[in-house]
C-alpha cells in the first residue's frame, strides 16, 4: 500500500502579515517580527549556500508568526509559544506552529541533532533582535534579564535559556563563513539599512 505525504502548508509572505493584523498585534511586536525575518532569512540564505537542507519559506513564516499570540498573552499570562502553536494548527498550519512552539525554547532532542532545522533558526533569530533592533546574544540576555529576571526561578531558566543559545550560536556558526559579530551588519547591508 503506498502511503501519499502530506503536502506541507506554509502561508505566504502576505499571508503572514494578513494573519498578524487579525491577531492584533501591537505595533512593536510586529516590527519584532519583522526584525527578525532578516535575521532568519539572512542566516538561511548563509546555510542553504553552505549546503544545509532548510526550507527558506518556512522559516520566513515561522519567524513573521512566532509571535502571533503575543499581544494577547500579555493580558491573559499564557505561553505564546503553545497558544501560537495551537492557533496555527488550527489554521492548517502545523509545522509553522511548532516553530512558534520552539521559538523561546528547543527541546533536547532537536538541538542535539547534527542537522539544523527550522526551530533552530528562528529560535536563535528571535535571540538577536531586541525590540526591532539586531544585537549580540550577550545584549539581547542583559535586556531580557533585565525585564524577566525578577526571581530566582525566573534567573535560572534564563541561565539555561542563554546556555542554549551560545550553543545554537555554535551549531550555527560552525557552518557558514563569519562570525556572529557579522550579523547586525550583514543584515543591515542585505536589506538595504534596516
Do not use: W
Amino acid at each position: 500500500m503506498l502511503h501519499r505525504r502530506r503536502k506541507r502548508t506554509i502561508p505566504t509572505r502576505d499571508e503572514c502579515l494578513s494573519l498578524m493584523r487579525s491577531q492584533g498585534m501591537l505595533e512593536n511586536i510586529v516590527q519584532h517580527s519583522l526584525a527578525v525575518e532578516k535575521v532568519a532569512l539572512f542566516l538561511s540564505s548563509a546555510l542553504i549556500e553552505s549546503g544545509e537542507a532548510l526550507h527558506s519559506e518556512e522559516i520566513r513564516a515561522g519567524a513573521l508568526l512566532h509571535d502571533i499570540t503575543k499581544t494577547n498573552s500579555i493580558h491573559t499570562r499564557e505561553n505564546h509559544a503553545i497558544t501560537g502553536e495551537n492557533l496555527l494548527r488550527q489554521l492548517g498550519y502545523p509545522e509553522i506552529g511548532k516553530i512558534v512552539r520552539y521559538h523561546v525554547e528547543i527541546p533536547c532532542e532537536i538541538i542535539l541533532q547534527p542537522r539544523l532545522s527550522s526551530e533552530e533558526i528562528v529560535n536563535y533569530a528571535d535571540k538577536r533582535v531586541r525590540h526591532d533592533m539586531v544585537v549580540d546574544l550577550g545584549d539581547r540576555f542583559h535586556d531580557l534579564y533585565r525585564r524577566y529576571g525578577k526571581t530566582p526561578e525566573a534567573c535560572a531558566r534564563l541561565q539555561a535559556l542563554e546556555r542554549q543559545s551560545v550553543f545554537l550560536e555554535e551549531k550555527i556558526f560552525s557552518r557558514i563563513g563569519m562570525y556572529p559579530e557579522e550579523v547586525t551588519t550583514q543584515v543591515l547591508d542585505s536589506t538595504g539599512g534596516g
